[in-house]
């Protein structure tokens, strides 16, 4: 099992484990077309009732110790504004993940929390190496992962949501390579 932490305070939002009420947000930002169109795998449309069956998934999946999923919710006024999290692909190895609601975008929200998530990642879960992934037809989620330090590694094939194959940049970042540079 991955242990809960309490909430990881950055400047602007709070990363917190995701609750049940959660869903009617989740499910009205990662439905919004212009959100889900830059994910693999955030289906469309996306349901209350699929965000409720996904939330508990995610619990489920810390507790099996396969992964960490978190809110990413404003400080100022505690509004949901996204969601980030990793998944384990090895003994100490990850995949980040993340999206952030259309209203919030380019606001730097996503590489607050990004940064966040890898200090995480290394310092709590003693991780060695952390990927991720963008759609090619993405790039801004690449400045995203670039300015939090991470580097390209990759340009890949992958199928999405509803099984076509499209091209995906991926990015990585080794414990100890940001205090390197």
């Known amino acids: 099992m991955i242990p809960l932490f309490p ?8 990363l917190r484990p995701l609750r049940l ?21 955030v289906p469309h449309p996306y349901t209350l009732e699929m965000a409720e069956a996904w939330i508990r998934q995610t619990w489920q999946s810390r507790e099996r110790g396969e992964g960490l999923v978190l809110a990413m919710e404003q400080r100022a006024e505690a509004v949901l504004l996204g969601v980030i999290g990793l998944e384990y692909t090895g003994p100490d ?37 952390i990927g991720a992934e963008h759609l090619a037809s993405n790039p801004a989620s690449g400045r995203v992962m670039q300015k939090a330090g991470m580097v390209h590694v990759a340009s890949l094939i992958r199928p999405d949501r509803d099984g076509r194959r499209v091209p995906v940049e991926r990015y990585q970042l080794r414990n100890g390579d940001l205090a390197d540079s």
Do not use: H, K
């Not at 909430?7 to 709070?14: F, K, V």
């Open 7 to 14: 909430a990881i305070q950055t400047t602007r939002l709070c």
């Open 93 to 129: 190895a990850a995949d980040l993940g993340y999206w952030v609601g259309e209203p919030w975008w380019g606001q730097g929200y996503a590489t607050e929390a990004v940064r966040a998530m890898l200090a995480l990642g290394f310092d709590r879960l003693g991780l060695r190496v």
């Open 21 to 41: 009420e959660d869903a009617r947000a989740v499910s009205t930002l990662a439905g919004n077309w212009n959100v889900a169109r830059y994910t693999l795998r």
